[in-house]
């Protein structure tokens, strides 16, 4: 009896499983053909009101980008006939999940370059709609929405614009008041222009706080100069190793000099404050103590961390008290700090853009950039206006040394080269690999150099 | 004549209203992005612009890429020494732990429980153990007087690390092995015992040859598996340090959503395939001779 | 089928069993210091997880938590819905099994048990599925599953289980080839209908192995993220492993490790019972081992 109910049971599931796949095969053919088309009247047509748009905002799905979920219900409001979605991803699948989806004819409305390359490869690739119509007609002033103009430049090409900046992190420098204290060395000045904040005097300073000892729990460094990505450092110094064309034409450089003695002499300087003058750590010695992508400063194990001012967020959890300075001049009166300028994007394929660019604007304004701060837990905004809220998000941290070096930074910086050179990701991966055996002191730079100048030339012909 | 033929044809029927499942799914599910990718591999394709087709010269780039040979060079080191080495491990697992031997349950569930971690949580103590200043295999060694490397940070041995790693995770291989030594008769080990064999004997010329069949599944399994290595290399190493970790299916995921060459990636795909199809008939070939069915007539 | 007879697999007569005892204490020793390698993880996890979000940023890390911090165990509940995520992930992972156990076993069985015309050619092409690596069908995958409007639901996650998974049909063909063809004889002359022989011998003589298939596919689909991010995209249809992923994205903040320990134990959980009950099938697992 009961194996007859069992063996009426296991018919039951295979005949379901057979009708199961004999109706699918006849639904997956049936509703391929016109499918794009309904699916597209049907986010038209929803709510009835027959003008209805949805867009989709693609960001990274971690708290300090998602935040913009609880922008949304005030949008709407004021807006009626525009439904916004955020369409997320963890960081690693970023890019992947992006091409998916526009290869697939689902291509988000609104993002930005948060994945592994950045705006010049979105440019490159043509994956961008061109905003300058859109602003022309809609009468756009960067001003109205205190958008600094110099700022807004960054993400023009040829006078078209492509990109709204919407938050600027710069290179700054943070300092662990209690190992200043420790050693008796007064703390570094927050202002660009005390002329006597260099370089060499930083070494010096480091020197002081520097401690290396067998037992690991003691040894602590002076200084973890992580100046912009690898490929950039070189500027830091006044060495340019992209020819000056790159900035003007979507960032495809016409020759690279990786190669030239200035840079090589650039590179020399960095790794001689782990090799020579010891007051660095080694990237291995770092990885021991942060792990994969931490920064060991947070440990406390670093005096000064010249780093993104993205460090600042965890600020408040720190164990011991910090202060933040300016980059000191290193030989480059034009430029000491790194920008990193956050762009809004409409995607050519957005379907949208008219709607798309109402989300934006309603992003940037001061109100919002304002809520946005505290929403994110400390995104920095490129309003000025809001810029003010920022400066005294810190706890423990004078607001005027925050928007001295925020200023200083903005006077002395240069936007990040991830996001001006294309195929980034392929250069930086490339930085990485063939600079490591120079990093762990197996090779010398007048050995490297000329295979990175080789590289990158082949890079960026593809 | 026609009791085989009708026979054959008995045979042929229930064997598709069995398989009708896969098929079907083959059909809905399998078919278009298989051959989508075939066709990609012939083509330029950036993902945003629509495929160009370009004939073979994605098949003929790789041959002078130095990455494509290095990402070679670092799969087939991994697989030869990870794949055997696996199997030795989950085998010998099971044989301790098909005996009658205390906390029996407790030990099946420790061995495989470092495959049931996944992901971040699973990189990061790797990460810790594997550091070189304060990690545990270091620790360990000095017991020895080994003065340990910096592993994970040293392209010397960084893939000997993810190799490593990979042992941990040979308790799918043990239970799989524990699954098959159940179908081992028992009376024909006592059989064999009580004609006085040793278990050493009992064991070449018994179990080994009825677990044959699942042997060889971990032994293709493991090689179709380890030439796509992909996660450790992509969530730990990021294929360095110094290209030490380039394995095959992370040049080709670069390739295809780093550098926006799905077409050249769809090429290295299809490369691996053949690949794997040329060594999985190898084994199959071999195998005739090695493994036991004991359906024969079904073979 | 009353002519079947069970036994104990392995146990070993009383004589034999007083000769390999030295052994048995050797294999019990090797077996204590494997399992304490293999339970390092788990130390690791919890001991982590009940650290303070400030514990974690010290150098060189606390072996034990200073103060054990309990309150994480709530507080994923808040950072993340975790209990939403869960749900999900247990209901994906409820119908991956149940669909991979049912096509698997179908299917494997016409393979391993039909000498049909075409066998070893749809074989190979079963196998071959297997050897594509997935980024490359990715897109067009998606493509596919986007004509037919299943993006955002759970389906592309489900309904392909319930055709059959290459590896797990790979695996129960070598099980089922691997019984003894006169089993079948006898159903046959005792006039049983190929599917009541595939579900009163081969199902119930392969145990063993369909607990490890089930095992592998609560695992592969509880642990699986690159399809569920590529898949969803409402946070409410979200599963487990993207939220924990969310937990490390940012590339600005410092990750609160000790919450992704806590979400990593309590992961964990569903699949240790899992396999702690399939374990005993290959424990007390009684099985059929031959005609009398």
Same mark, same amino acid.
């Given at each position: 009896?009961?194996?007859?109910?069992?063996?009426?049971?296991?018919?039951?599931?295979?005949?379901?499983?057979?009708?199961?796949?004999?109706?699918?095969?006849?639904?997956?053919?049936?509703?391929?053909?016109?499918?794009?088309?309904?699916?597209?009247?049907?986010?038209?047509?929803?709510?009835?009101?027959?003008?209805?748009?949805?867009?989709?905002?693609?960001?990274?799905?971690?708290?300090?980008?998602?935040?913009?979920?609880?922008?949304?219900?005030?949008?709407?409001?004021?807006?009626?006939?525009?439904?916004?979605?955020?369409?997320?991803?963890?960081?690693?699948?970023?890019?992947?999940?992006?091409?998916?989806?526009?290869?697939?004819?689902?291509?988000?409305?609104?993002?930005?370059?948060?994945?592994?390359?950045?705006?010049?490869?979105?440019?490159?690739?043509?994956?961008?709609?061109?905003?300058?119509?859109?602003?022309?007609?809609?009468?756009?002033?960067?001003?109205? +929405?205190?958008?600094?103009?110099?700022?807004?430049?960054?993400?023009?090409?040829?006078?078209?614009?492509?990109?709204?900046?919407?938050?600027?992190?710069?290179?700054?420098?943070?300092?662990?008041?209690?190992?200043?204290?420790?050693?008796?060395?007064?703390?570094?000045?927050?202002?660009?222009?005390?002329?006597?904040?260099?370089?060499?005097?930083?070494?010096?300073?480091?020197?002081?706080?520097?401690?290396?000892?067998?037992?690991?729990?003691?040894?602590?460094?002076?200084?973890?100069?992580?100046?912009?990505?690898?490929?950039?450092?070189?500027?830091?110094?006044?060495?340019?190793? +992209?020819?000056?064309?790159? =900035?003007?034409?979507?960032?495809?450089?016409?020759?690279?000099?990786?190669?030239?003695?200035?840079?090589?002499?650039?590179?020399?300087?960095?790794?001689?404050?782990?090799?020579?003058?010891?007051?660095?750590?080694?990237?291995?010695?770092?990885?021991?103590?942060?792990?994969?992508?931490?920064?060991?400063?947070?440990?406390?194990?670093?005096?000064?961390?010249?780093?993104?001012? =993205?460090?600042?967020?965890?600020?408040?959890?720190?164990?011991?008290?910090?202060?933040?300075?300016?980059?000191?001049?290193?030989?480059?009166?034009?430029?000491?700090?790194?920008?990193?300028?956050?762009?809004?994007?409409?995607?050519?394929?957005?379907?949208?853009?008219? /709607?798309?660019?109402?989300?934006?604007?309603?992003?940037?304004?001061? /109100?919002?950039?304002?809520?946005?701060?505290?929403?994110?837990?400390?995104?920095?905004?490129?309003?000025?206006?809001?810029?003010?809220?920022?400066?005294?998000?810190?706890?423990?941290?004078?607001?005027?040394?925050?928007?001295?070096? +925020?200023?200083?930074?903005?006077?002395?910086?240069?936007?990040?080269?991830?996001?001006?050179?294309?195929?980034?990701?392929?250069?930086?991966?490339?930085?990485?690999? /063939?600079?490591?055996?120079?990093?762990?002191?197996?090779?010398?730079?007048?050995?490297?150099?000329?295979?990175?100048?080789?590289?990158?030339?082949?890079?960026?012909?593809? | 004549?026609?009791?085989?033929?009708?026979?054959?044809?008995?045979?042929?029927?229930?064997?598709?209203?069995?398989?009708?499942?896969?098929?079907?799914?083959?059909?809905?599910?399998?078919?278009?992005?298989?051959?989508?990718?075939?066709?990609?591999?012939?083509?330029?394709?950036?993902?945003?612009?629509?495929?160009?087709?370009?004939?073979?010269?994605?098949?003929?780039?790789?041959?002078?890429?130095?990455?494509?040979?290095?990402?070679?060079?670092?799969?087939?080191?991994?697989?030869?020494?990870?794949? @055997?080495?696996?199997?030795?491990?989950?085998?010998?697992?099971?044989?301790?732990?098909?005996?009658?031997?205390?906390?029996?349950?407790?030990?099946?569930?420790?061995?495989?429980?470092?495959?049931?971690?996944?992901?971040?949580?699973?990189?990061?103590?790797?990460?810790?153990?594997?550091?070189?200043?304060?990690?545990?295999?270091?620790?360990?060694?000095?017991?020895?007087?080994?003065?340990?490397?910096?592993?994970?940070?040293?392209?010397?041995?960084?893939?000997?690390?993810?190799?490593?790693?990979?042992?941990?995770?040979?308790?799918?291989?043990?239970?799989?092995?524990?699954?098959?030594?159940?179908?081992? @008769?028992?009376?024909?080990?006592?059989?064999?015992?009580?004609?006085?064999?040793?278990?050493?004997?009992?064991?070449?010329?018994?179990?080994? @040859?009825?677990?044959?069949?699942?042997?060889?599944?971990?032994?293709?399994?493991?090689?179709?598996?380890?030439?796509?290595?992909?996660?450790?290399?992509?969530?730990?190493?990021?294929?360095?340090?110094?290209?030490?970790?380039?394995?095959?299916?992370?040049?080709?995921?670069?390739?295809?959503?780093?550098?926006?060459?799905?077409?050249?990636?769809?090429?290295?795909?299809?490369?691996?395939?053949?690949?794997?199809?040329?060594?999985?008939?190898?084994?199959?070939?071999?195998?005739?001779?090695?493994?036991?069915?004991?359906?024969?007539?079904?073979? | 089928?009353?002519?079947?007879?069970?036994?104990?697999?392995?146990?070993?007569?009383?004589?034999?069993?007083?000769?390999?005892?030295?052994?048995?204490?050797?294999?019990?020793?090797?077996?204590?210091?494997?399992?304490?390698?293999?339970?390092?993880?788990?130390?690791?996890?919890?001991?982590?997880?009940?650290?303070?979000?400030?514990?974690?940023?010290?150098?060189?890390?606390?072996?034990?938590?200073?103060?054990?911090?309990?309150?994480?165990?709530?507080?994923?509940?808040?950072?993340?819905?975790?209990?939403?995520?869960?749900?999900?992930?247990?209901?994906?992972?409820?119908?991956?099994?149940?669909?991979?156990?049912?096509?698997?076993?179908?299917?494997?069985?016409?393979?391993?048990?039909?000498?049909?015309?075409?066998?070893?050619?749809?074989?190979?092409?079963?196998?071959?599925?297997?050897?594509?690596?997935?980024?490359?069908?990715?897109?067009?995958?998606?493509?596919?599953?986007?004509?037919?409007?299943?993006?955002?639901?759970?389906?592309?996650?489900?309904?392909?289980?319930?055709?059959?998974?290459?590896?797990?049909?790979?695996?129960?063909?070598?099980?089922?080839?691997?019984?003894?063809?006169?089993?079948?004889?006898?159903?046959?002359?005792?006039?049983?209908?190929?599917?009541?022989?595939?579900?009163?011998?081969?199902?119930?003589?392969?145990?063993?192995?369909?607990?490890?298939?089930?095992?592998?596919?609560?695992?592969?689909?509880?642990?699986?993220?690159?399809?569920?991010?590529?898949?969803?995209?409402?946070?409410?249809?979200?599963?487990?492993?993207?939220?924990?992923?969310?937990?490390?994205?940012?590339?600005?903040?410092?990750?609160?490790?000790?919450?992704?320990?806590?979400?990593?134990?309590?992961?964990?959980?569903?699949?240790?019972?899992?396999?702690?009950?399939?374990?005993?099938?290959?424990?007390?697992?009684?099985?059929?081992?031959?005609?009398?």
């Amino acid at each position: 009896m009961k194996n007859k109910m069992k063996s009426k049971r296991y018919a039951l599931l295979l005949a379901t499983a057979l009708t199961v796949s004999a109706v699918l095969a006849g639904c997956g053919g049936g509703k391929s053909a016109g499918n794009v088309a309904a699916g597209d009247s049907g986010a038209r047509n929803t709510g009835g009101s027959g003008e209805q748009v949805t867009i989709s905002h693609y960001t990274i799905d971690s708290e300090d980008r998602t935040f913009i979920e609880k922008l949304i219900p005030d949008f709407e409001k004021a807006h009626p006939n525009i439904k916004v979605k955020v369409e997320k991803a963890p960081y690693e699948q970023f890019d992947s999940k992006l091409q998916t989806l526009i290869a697939g004819g689902n291509s988000p409305d609104v993002t930005s370059h948060y994945g592994y390359g950045g705006f010049a490869e979105y440019y490159n690739k043509d994956m961008l709609l061109d905003l300058t119509d859109l602003i022309q007609e809609d009468g756009f002033k960067a001003e109205d +929405y205190h958008i600094p103009e110099n700022l807004m430049k960054i993400y023009t090409v040829n006078g078209h614009t492509y990109g709204i900046p919407v938050n600027m992190y710069v290179t700054l420098m943070l300092y662990n008041k209690d190992m200043f204290n420790a050693a008796g060395v007064s703390y570094p000045p927050s202002d660009y222009e005390d002329k006597s904040w260099t370089f060499d005097r930083m070494v010096e300073d480091a020197k002081k706080m520097t401690l290396v000892s067998d037992d690991i729990a003691k040894t602590q460094y002076g200084v973890d100069f992580t100046w912009a990505e690898r490929d950039m450092r070189p500027l830091y110094f006044g060495a340019e190793p +992209y020819s000056e064309d790159t =900035w003007t034409n979507g960032g495809v450089p016409s020759e690279t000099h990786f190669d030239s003695p200035e840079v090589i002499a650039a590179y020399q300087k960095l790794f001689d404050l782990v090799f020579k003058e010891k007051v660095s750590p080694t990237s291995e010695w770092s990885k021991s103590v942060a792990g994969q992508n931490g920064d060991p400063f947070v440990a406390g194990k670093i005096g000064m961390s010249i780093g993104g001012s =993205w460090n600042l967020a965890g600020a408040n959890d720190f164990p011991f008290k910090i202060g933040v300075a300016a980059v000191p001049w290193g030989g480059n009166d034009k430029v000491r700090s790194t920008l990193f300028v956050d762009p809004l994007l409409i995607l050519k394929d957005s379907k949208h853009p008219k /709607e798309a660019f109402e989300w934006i604007k309603y992003l940037m304004t001061t /109100e919002v950039q304002e809520k946005s701060i505290e929403l994110s837990g400390g995104n920095p905004p490129v309003n000025t206006e809001a810029a003010e809220v920022y400066y005294k998000h810190f706890d423990g941290i004078d607001p005027e040394d925050v928007k001295k070096v +925020y200023e200083g930074a903005v006077k002395y910086g240069y936007e990040s080269y991830n996001h001006l050179i294309t195929n980034y990701s392929q250069i930086n991966d490339m930085f990485i690999n /063939e600079l490591q055996p120079v990093e762990t002191g197996h090779k010398t730079l007048k050995e490297v150099m000329p295979v990175i100048q080789k590289k990158v030339t082949e890079i960026i012909k593809r | 004549m026609s009791v085989i033929k009708s026979e054959s044809r008995r045979q042929t029927f229930y064997m598709y209203l069995f398989i009708s499942p896969w098929l079907v799914g083959f059909l809905i599910f399998a078919l278009y992005p298989i051959l989508s990718s075939l066709y990609y591999s012939f083509t330029d394709y950036d993902i945003i612009h629509p495929p160009r087709f370009i004939g073979l010269a994605n098949y003929t780039e790789m041959f002078h890429n130095e990455l494509f040979w290095r990402s070679v060079k670092v799969t087939l080191r991994y697989t030869f020494i990870s794949v @055997p080495v696996q199997l030795l491990l989950g085998l010998g697992f099971a044989l301790l732990l098909h005996q009658t031997i205390p906390w029996r349950g407790f030990f099946r569930t420790a061995m495989y429980f470092p495959s049931m971690v996944s992901g971040v949580a699973m990189s990061l103590l790797w990460y810790w153990i594997f550091n070189p200043q304060i990690g545990l295999f270091n620790y360990m060694l000095s017991w020895f007087g080994i003065h340990g490397p910096a592993w994970l940070m040293n392209p010397d041995t960084a893939l000997y690390a993810l190799i490593i790693m990979s042992l941990w995770t040979a308790g799918s291989g043990m239970i799989l092995f524990l699954a098959g030594l159940q179908g081992v @008769p028992a009376s024909l080990i006592e059989a064999a015992n009580l004609d006085g064999a040793g278990r050493f004997r009992i064991f070449l010329n018994i179990t080994l @040859p009825m677990i044959s069949p699942v042997l060889l599944f971990q032994l293709i399994m493991g090689l179709i598996d380890s030439f796509q290595v992909f996660t450790q290399a992509f969530v730990m190493t990021q294929g360095g340090p110094n290209y030490s970790t380039w394995f095959y299916v992370y040049n080709l995921y670069t390739s295809a959503f780093k550098e926006y060459r799905a077409g050249y990636s769809s090429a290295l795909a299809w490369v691996l395939l053949i690949v794997v199809m040329l060594f999985t008939a190898v084994i199959m070939r071999l195998s005739r001779r090695y493994v036991h069915y004991e359906g024969g007539s079904s073979r | 089928m009353s002519t079947v007879k069970a036994t104990r697999p392995l146990d070993p007569s009383p004589r034999l069993r007083r000769r390999i005892k030295p052994v048995k204490i050797a294999s019990f020793t090797a077996l204590l210091v494997t399992t304490f390698l293999m339970l390092l993880p788990l130390f690791f996890m919890v001991s982590t997880s009940l650290k303070s979000k400030r514990e974690m940023l010290k150098f060189p890390p606390t072996f034990l938590p200073e103060s054990w911090a309990l309150r994480n165990y709530v507080d994923i509940f808040e950072t993340l819905q975790f209990g939403t995520l869960y749900k999900n992930s247990l209901i994906i992972a409820g119908f991956s099994v149940f669909g991979t156990l049912l096509s698997s076993a179908l299917v494997a069985y016409g393979f391993a048990r039909y000498r049909g015309r075409g066998n070893n050619f749809w074989f190979i092409l079963l196998l071959s599925t297997m050897m594509l690596p997935y980024p490359a069908i990715m897109i067009p995958q998606f493509v596919l599953f986007s004509k037919m409007q299943w993006i955002d639901t759970f389906l592309p996650l489900i309904v392909p289980a319930f055709f059959g998974s290459a590896y797990n049909i790979f695996l129960l063909r070598q099980f089922f080839s691997t019984l003894p063809e006169e089993l079948f004889d006898a159903g046959r002359i005792d006039g049983c209908g190929e599917l009541r022989m595939w579900r009163t011998i081969a199902l119930p003589l392969s145990a063993p192995a369909l607990a490890t298939v089930a095992i592998f596919a609560f695992i592969y689909s509880w642990n699986d993220l690159l399809t569920p991010v590529l898949y969803l995209s409402s946070s409410d249809k979200f599963t487990l492993p993207v939220g924990m992923a969310s937990l490390t994205s940012s590339r600005f903040r410092i990750p609160p490790w000790h919450l992704l320990m806590v979400a990593s134990v309590l992961a964990m959980v569903p699949i240790v019972t899992l396999f702690a009950i399939a374990q005993k099938q290959f424990v007390e697992g009684i099985v059929l081992t031959g005609i009398k």
